[in-house]
């Protein structure tokens, strides 16, 4: 019987399904919006456990776990204050705020390894740069330091750089690298319109976003900038490409400005998929961290709410119902 579920595993990897029947012992970390404030929830990747990690009258946003799973960095809005990075362990204790600046804190992700966390900050539109810091608040670093904006910023696998988009207000966004200590800036593309949402893999790909006139493209691109194409065009937009833990396949959505539904093509641009079908929006696509399971939120009556799925769009299954706003935020390891 062990033997079998070894096989199963193993095959299921290979065709980029990941692990299979461990959605349970992962966390799902999650936002609940109501009128008045946005709090951070957990909750078992099968659905079980969920758990309220922040309250009072604040907006908690984009919680991200760490490799471990057992930490979270979120964004806090409050009265009086701009956003701010926080961190709170899984099970809800240890709240600490790792900054205090009068910038607005934006998408902080941890290292492969946990020993930084990345986020954005800026004092105005069109002056966003991005940050490291350690996660106990100490050792702020500034990565970037111009009159543009610095976003989106994602980990190379090993940990020694990162891909972000820049934007220049009026012109264009770009694609670019930089080391984690902030030297070796590289710019990746080059082009009049917009470029963005990069998405680093392990197999040495770097997948992004291309704005048309018409459409958009999904393409691949080396770190180092060469054997740059595209795997996906679409009269549509596409966003928010994400890896598979395998990393064979990307899954994104595609917005017709009425409707967004989540495809999936395999690397080489084969196989596109269509995973969702219906009259309602289903965003943010987020991968279990063995690729067994796909979470996404769905709009649903009068809010959202967390759902997932196969990686082939079957067994649709629908995780929260608090007539609120649940967003998916990120899956990882249970602690």
Excluded: C
Excluded at 22 to 40: D, E, K, N, P, R
Excluded at 154 to 177: C, S
């Amino acid at each position: 019987m062990e033997r079998s579920k070894q096989v199963l595993a193993a095959v299921a990897g290979a065709i980029g399904l990941g692990a299979v029947g461990a959605a349970g012992a992962s966390t799902i970390a999650f936002t609940s919006l109501s009128a008045s404030s946005s709090h951070v929830w957990v909750m078992r990747g099968d659905g079980s456990e969920q758990d309220r990690l922040t309250s009072g009258a604040v907006v908690d946003l984009a919680p991200s776990l760490s490799p471990a799973g057992t930490r979270l960095a979120f964004v806090r809005r409050q009265a009086g204050d701009s956003d701010d990075l926080f961190r709170i362990g899984v099970g809800g204790s240890g709240l600490a705020r790792l900054t205090r600046t009068q910038a607005a804190e934006a998408d902080p992700t941890w290292s492969p390894q946990g020993g930084l966390i990345a986020f954005s900050a800026g004092r105005a539109i069109g002056s966003s740069e991005l940050f490291v810091i350690e996660p106990d608040g100490t050792d702020r670093l500034r990565l970037t330091d111009n009159r543009v904006d610095d976003l989106d910023p994602n980990w190379a696998p090993n940990g020694n750089r990162l891909v972000f988009t820049r934007h220049v207000r009026g012109r264009n966004a770009e694609v670019y690298i930089i080391g984690a200590d902030g030297t070796g800036l590289r710019r990746l593309t080059n082009r009049a319109g917009a470029d963005d949402s990069p998405e680093w893999s392990s197999h040495g790909w770097i997948a992004y976003v291309r704005r048309l006139a018409n459409g958009s493209e999904l393409r691949l691109v080396r770190p180092d900038g060469t054997d740059n194409h595209r795997i996906v065009r679409s009269n549509r937009q596409i966003s928010g490409p994400t890896w598979s833990p395998t990393n064979a396949v990307l899954v994104f959505e595609l917005w017709d400005g009425n409707d967004t539904e989540l495809f999936r093509v395999s690397v080489i641009g084969t196989s596109l998929f269509r995973l969702t079908r219906n009259s309602v929006p289903d965003f943010g696509p987020v991968w279990a961290p063995g690729g067994g399971r796909i979470a996404f939120t769905r709009v649903s009556g009068g809010g959202n709410d967390v759902w997932t799925m196969a990686p082939n769009g079957t067994k649709k299954r629908r995780l929260t119902a608090r007539n609120t706003h649940e967003s998916a935020s990120d899956w990882g390891a249970g602690p």
